[in-house]
Structures are given as C-alpha cells and as structure tokens.
C-alpha cells in the first residue's frame, strides 16, 4: 500500500517540476543543469566500469584510463 501510495507521488512531483520550469525559465535552466550533470556522471561511471570489466587480465593499467 505505501508503495502505491508513492508511485502516486511521483508524477505529481514531475508535474509541479515541469510546470516551475515553465513559469520561470531561469529556474528551468538551473534544474536542467543539475539534472545533466548527473547524468554526465553516471555515464562516465559507467563507462568506467564496463572499461575496467573488459580490460585485459593481465594489465598494469585499467582500460578507463587508456584514452
């Protein structure tokens, strides 16, 4: 039942979000921002991770830091 009850909240939560941003565009370009620079984190841990995962076995150095 709680997790129902929070599913519920979250596109109510995106919705007054989305509705901020359009209201004011300053705001909007903040949380933008914000929201791609976690992202670009995220991919480049990622990335890090399936690189060092396919590095050779026998390397002194992790493939990820190979560029």
Do not use: Q
Request: glycine share 4%.
């Amino acid at each position: 039942m709680l997790a129902h009850a929070h599913r519920m909240d979250v596109p109510a939560g995106a919705v007054a979000v989305r509705k901020l941003c359009e209201e004011n565009p300053p705001v909007g370009r903040c949380i933008s921002t914000a929201v791609a620079a976690v992202i670009a984190r995220r991919l480049g841990s990622a990335r890090t991770r399936i690189l060092d995962l396919f590095a050779p076995h026998h390397s002194d150095m992790p493939l990820a830091y190979a560029r």
